[in-house]
């Protein structure tokens, strides 16, 4: 594989919602960097396919199908990269789940929905990966959140509400688990990703107005970041949210 800093050799990550998008970019970052990596995600074939790519570029990689609202998924989950690399260094938690809607138009199902694809999770497997990453002497907790966990956004109500809850979960995690293990959360602005392609042209336009950028950014940008935070170059990061955003919360 590449060889960059290698700064992960040796560790071990589990993503979750690594089949595409931020968690799949971060996935073969994390690899190209040394770490051995599970690809947790409900999207079987894109999981198989990015743990085969990983596989063929030289690096260690293992996909379970995780569908994480379920706690025996996420049980799983830890369990198997505990069983295939030995250990567990690293914790990205970025998968979720949205429907555009406003506040009134929400459902009671699709509030649930969201909130125990997006949030609860984040807090369930951290509290089964904790043990493991004290026997680390790395152990990281990455959370992945939002600009719109600190800037407001029409029409997606319970999505904000829960990367909101995102970011307050990970200022409360690091002060618990200080100073053992480090937690940090990543706040992607507008980002090229399939979940971010269905968005009308018109309202992609519109957003980009207010991104001094004037681009979507790549999910690979995204990659670099969490590849930095997850190694020791980030050891003084912790109980913080890293705004990743082309410069759209400065407006």
Same mark, same amino acid.
């Not at 599970?38 to 790519?53: F, L, N, R, T, Y």
């Not at 990970?170 to 002060?175: E, I, N």
């Not at 979507?216 to 890293?242: H, W």
């Given at each position: 594989? +590449?060889?960059?800093?290698?700064?992960? $050799?040796?560790?071990?990550?589990?993503?979750?919602?690594?089949?595409?998008?931020?968690?799949?970019?971060?996935?073969?970052?994390?690899?190209?960097?040394?770490?051995? %990596?599970?690809? !947790?995600?409900?999207?079987?074939?894109?999981?198989?396919?990015? $743990?085969?790519?990983?596989?063929?570029?030289?690096?260690?990689?293992?996909?379970?199908?995780?569908?994480?609202?379920?706690?025996?998924?996420?049980?799983?989950?830890?369990?198997?990269?505990?069983?295939?690399?030995?250990?567990?260094?690293?914790?990205?938690?970025?998968?979720?789940?949205?429907?555009?809607?406003?506040?009134?138009?929400?459902? $009671?199902?699709?509030?649930?929905?969201?909130?125990?694809? +997006?949030?609860?999770?984040?807090?369930?497997?951290?509290?089964?990966?904790?043990?493991?990453?004290?026997?680390?002497?790395?152990?990281?907790?990455?959370?992945?959140?939002?600009?719109?966990? #600190?800037?407001?956004?029409?029409?997606?109500?319970?999505?904000?509400?829960?990367?909101?809850?995102?970011?307050?979960?990970?200022?409360?995690?690091?002060?618990?688990?200080?100073?053992?293990?480090?937690?940090?959360?990543?706040? /992607?602005?507008?980002?090229?990703?399939?979940?971010?392609?269905?968005? /009308? !042209?018109?309202?992609?336009? $519109?957003?980009?107005?207010?991104?001094?950028?004037?681009?979507?950014?790549?999910?690979?940008?995204?990659?670099?970041?969490?590849?930095?935070?997850?190694?020791?170059?980030?050891?003084?990061?912790?109980?913080?949210? #890293? %705004?990743?955003?082309?410069?759209?919360?400065?407006?």
């Amino acid at each position: 594989m +590449t060889n960059l800093a290698m700064r992960l $050799a040796g560790r071990v990550a589990v993503i979750t919602g690594a089949a595409s998008g931020i968690g799949r970019a971060t996935a073969l970052r994390f690899a190209r960097e040394g770490a051995h %990596v599970v690809i !947790a995600d409900i999207d079987v074939p894109g999981g198989k396919d990015c $743990a085969g790519e990983i596989q063929s570029s030289g690096g260690q990689a293992r996909f379970v199908e995780v569908d994480v609202s379920r706690e025996s998924d996420l049980i799983r989950m830890i369990d198997c990269a505990v069983t295939t690399f030995g250990g567990l260094d690293i914790l990205h938690n970025n998968a979720f789940w949205a429907r555009g809607a406003t506040a009134l138009e929400t459902t $009671a199902d699709d509030w649930q929905r969201t909130l125990d694809v +997006t949030l609860r999770p984040v807090w369930q497997a951290s509290k089964l990966a904790i043990p493991q990453l004290l026997k680390s002497k790395a152990g990281v907790i990455l959370n992945t959140a939002s600009v719109h966990s #600190i800037v407001g956004l029409t029409g997606s109500a319970a999505y904000q509400a829960s990367k909101g809850g995102v970011l307050s979960l990970t200022r409360a995690l690091s002060l618990e688990l200080a100073p053992h293990i480090r937690v940090v959360a990543i706040l /992607p602005g507008t980002i090229d990703t399939p979940a971010n392609r269905d968005v /009308p !042209a018109e309202v992609h336009e $519109a957003f980009l107005q207010n991104v001094p950028l004037a681009r979507r950014g790549q999910p690979e940008e995204i990659a670099s970041v969490a590849a930095f935070l997850a190694s020791d170059d980030a050891g003084y990061i912790t109980g913080t949210g #890293i %705004v990743v955003d082309g410069g759209y919360t400065t407006r």
